[in-house]
């Protein structure tokens, strides 16, 4: 079946303005995480969502930083004032909650702020 | 919050010798260990993973052991092979579904 899906692939934005990233989850898959990965690093977390409620948002790393998920399938994650250190790759994964743990990523946005 | 430890950041072996990762962790609720590999430009993938009433668990080359008491689980491949090389990732799961990484291990296999 389907994986997971993100879009754009690649996104290059001026320095201030706002964006938009998309994630399309495995059908079915109750959960939902957004990470980023700056280069060379690791993947930090950003958000999680069951369903449409997102019970921890602590990874946010500012209020520049919005997300939601609509009908328990699409997330988009909104960068807002878009600044040089937000550039990155931004993965989404998603699960299911039946006792499998397993995070399925998708490709990732390479967000360049210039 | 979980933290996760992940040593060494680089490895390079030669092909056909064995490759040892460690990580430690620090919330003892954790229960789930997964561990990614990541090609470059590619998406993680789910390589293994170990649950917390198993100390051991082996497919073909790779193993995950466990060690509650220590707080502590390492990825072990053997008989490496150019296609081993990637950038490994250990995570751990607490109680809230959240999965929290190491900082990655760049695994090189020299033919």
């Known amino acids: 079946g389907a994986g997971v899906s993100q879009s754009p692939s690649n996104k290059v934005t001026e320095k201030g303005k706002d964006v938009e990233l998309r994630c399309d989850p495995i059908s079915g898959h109750t959960a939902l995480y957004w990470y980023r990965q700056s280069l060379g690093q690791g993947l930090e977390f950003l958000i999680y969502?069951?369903?449409?409620?997102?019970?921890?948002k602590s990874g946010l790393p500012s209020d520049r930083f919005s997300a939601e998920r609509t009908g328990g399938s699409v997330s988009t994650l909104t960068i807002q004032r878009t600044q040089q250190e937000d550039s990155a790759v931004y993965l989404c994964?998603?699960?299911?909650?039946?006792?499998?743990?397993?995070?399925?990523f998708g490709p990732g946005t390479r967000l360049t702020v210039t | 919050g979980e933290n996760v430890e992940q040593h060494p950041s680089t490895l390079s072996v030669q092909e056909g010798d064995s490759a040892v990762i460690k990580c430690t962790y620090s919330d003892s609720a954790s229960n789930y260990f997964p561990w990614y590999k990541q090609e470059l430009g590619k998406r993680p993938q789910l390589i293994i993973d170990?649950?917390?009433?198993?100390g051991e668990k082996k497919d073909q080359r790779i193993a995950v052991t466990l060690n509650k008491t220590a707080k502590h689980f390492s990825l072990h491949i053997t008989e490496t092979q150019p296609e081993d090389s990637a950038v490994y990732f250990c995570?751990?799961?607490?109680?809230?579904?959240?999965?929290?990484f190491g900082k990655g291990t760049l695994l090189t296999v020299n033919p």
């Open positions: 995570a751990s799961r607490g109680s809230n579904y959240k999965l929290t």
């Open positions: 170990i649950r917390s009433n198993v």
């Open positions: 994964a998603s699960s299911t909650q039946d006792g499998s743990y397993e995070q399925y």
């Open positions: 969502f069951q369903g449409n409620s997102a019970p921890d």
